[in-house]
C-alpha cells in the first residue's frame, strides 16, 4: 500500500501502520544501511544538547528508543520519557530500555505544557501531517530556555548533498530494503518522503516561527543527514 508523502494531506494512521509493519527489523536496517553511522549522529545529537543530572528529557517520535537508551547511558539521573505514535516501534523502545514511553500523536501530546528541559526528535519530523505544528506542541511542552534537538533527512539542496542522496538513498537503501526488509515499499517511502520535505534552512526558518531561538543546523557526514538545535524562546 503505498503511503501518502509530505504535502498529500492527512496520512498518520498509513505512517503508523507502516512502521508497526517494519518495527521488528527496524534497528537491524538501521545498523546494516548506514553502517552503524546512525549511531554517530544520536551520539553528536546528545553532545549538543548535554543533558545533566535531574533534568527531564523527551525523546519524541522515539521508535525503538535509541536515543533515550543512548542518553541513560551517559546520565543516569536523566529522567526520560519516550513518546511515539507507532505501538510496534514503542513497545520494542520499552523492553530494549525499561523506560516509561506513552503511544502519542506528536501534534497533541498528553504532556503538560512546560515539562521538559529538552527534547529530540529523530526521524520523525517528516512524518507528520504538519511540521510546524509539531514544533508548535514541542515549544508547549518544553520550558523556557529548553534545548530542542533534532536529526532528519532533510531535502537535499546543495551538488554535494544531492550527490550523496543518489548514491545512498536512491541505490542503496532501496536494494537493501528489498533484501532485508518484510516491507520493502516502506524504504522506498523513505526516500520519497525526504524529496518532499523541507530543506534544512527552509525548517530552521519554521522553528524560528514557531517558538525556538538561537535556531542553528548542519549537515552530518556523509551528508544525507542534518542536525538542527534551537532553545525554546
Known sequence: ???????????AGQVRAMFDRVAPSYDLLNRVMSLRIDQAWRSRLLRELAPKQGEAMLDLCAGTMDVAAMARRRVP??????????????SRGVRK?????????????????????????????????????????????????????ILEFFRPETAGTRVVHVAINKVMVPVMGRILSPDPA????????????????????????????????????????????????
Open 97 to 149: 530500555t525499561g523506560l516509561p514511553a506513552a503511544q502519542a500523536d506528536a501534534l497533541a501530546l498528553p504532556f503538560q505544557s512546560r515539562s521538559f528541559d529538552l527534547a529530540t526528535v529523530t526521524f520523525g519530523m517528516r512524518n507528520l501531517d504538519s511540521w510546524e505544528a509539531g514544533l508548535r506542541e514541542l515549544a508547549r511542552a518544553l520550558r523556557p530556555g529548553a534545548r530542542l534537538g
Open 1 to 11: 500500500m503505498s503511503v501518502p508523502l509530505p504535502g498529500e494531506g492527512p496520512r
Open 186 to 233: 516502506a524504504y522506498r517511502y523513505l526516500v520519497a518522503s525526504m524529496e518532499r520535505f523541507a530543506s534544512r534552512p527552509e525548517f530552521e526558518e519554521g522553528a524560528r516561527r514557531n517558538g525556538f531561538r538561537d535556531v542553528r543546523g548542519e549537515t552530518l557526514f556523509p551528508g544525507m543527514c542534518g542536525l538542527v538545535t534551537a532553545v525554546r524562546a
Open 77 to 90: 539521573g536523566l529522567t526520560i520519557v519516550g513518546a511515539d505514535f507507532s505501538f510496534g516501534m514503542l
